[in-house]
């Protein structure tokens, strides 16, 4: 699956003079300090949203400059990060060269995909931080014009409807929010589109079948997530519909069909 631009956003013309500032050796410049809106009232959100919103934003910084530069790899490694929100293994960890993503145009998006990579794969990560740095990257980059600060608020306050955080105990180590975390799909951050949380598994699901490992060089292939014994949430799902409410007398690694 290619993943399209939403409709939403519209790309820097090709040819266009770039108005920003930008500096290879100060990049934290472009980003720091972190949208405090953003940060704030993600906080209290679960940690999916949190990862869901770091990639709808990362799509405002990709597809803003599209036209700007052809590179496929941007858009390809968003395709990958948004199952990676449903799990990491779904998205592998990666390091793209300094030298090959520089300049106003590449280095941005090699910030951009550097933020969302840490969101997914950092243990001391915090998303809403990530996301925060983020959206000052896109405000730095994508023209006024654009609304995106419209589309945020617009979106931070469907998340906060349907996925506000959940109190858990100081002493509950176990708890595995990949697998018990409600899903977080990409139609959720179209604000004007309604969106309906009860469909979000089926939206998950026809994304991962239409994912093409042999196309896209950033998703793992059904036989890497079996290997890392990967559950995803709408086994979970299938599974207390069935009548087992304790998942784990299942074995993981098992994939549902497309």
């Known amino acids: 699956m290619t993943l399209l631009r939403p409709h939403y956003i519209e790309p820097i013309p090709a040819g266009s003079r770039i108005p920003w500032a930008w500096d290879d050796w100060e990049v934290e410049a472009s980003y720091e300090p972190g949208d405090a809106v953003v940060n704030e009232r993600l906080q209290g959100l679960q940690r999916r949203a949190q990862l869901a919103m770091c990639v709808a934003i990362a799509e405002w910084i990709a597809f803003s400059l599209e036209a700007l530069d052809a590179d496929p790899r941007p858009q390809q490694y968003l395709e990958a990060a948004w199952l990676g929100t449903v799990h990491f293994a779904c998205c592998p960890y990666m390091e793209w060269e300094d030298e090959e993503w520089s300049g106003p145009v590449r280095g941005p998006l090699h910030v951009m995909m550097a933020q969302v990579n840490d969101a997914l794969h950092f243990e001391g990560a915090d998303p809403a931080e990530n996301a925060a740095w983020l959206s000052t990257l896109a405000q730095h980059i994508v023209p006024v014009s654009a609304s995106f ?5 617009a979106v931070l306050h469907r998340l906060e409807r349907w996925y506000p955080g959940i109190e858990k105990a100081d002493d509950d180590f176990d708890d595995d929010w990949q697998a018990l975390e409600p899903l977080v799909p990409r139609e959720c951050f179209d604000p004007t589109a309604p969106f309906d949380p009860a469909v979000s598994i089926d939206l998950v699901r026809r994304r991962l079948a239409a994912a093409d490992p042999d196309t896209n ?5 059904p036989e890497e997530r079996a290997e890392a014994a990967v559950v995803l949430p709408f086994e979970l799902e299938a599974r207390r519909a ?3 409410e304790d998942s784990q007398e299942f074995p993981k690694g098992s994939l549902p069909a497309p």
């Open 149 to 153: 600060t419209i589309w945020r608020d």
């Open 242 to 244: 069935a009548g087992h």
């Open 217 to 221: 060089p950033y998703l793992s292939t």
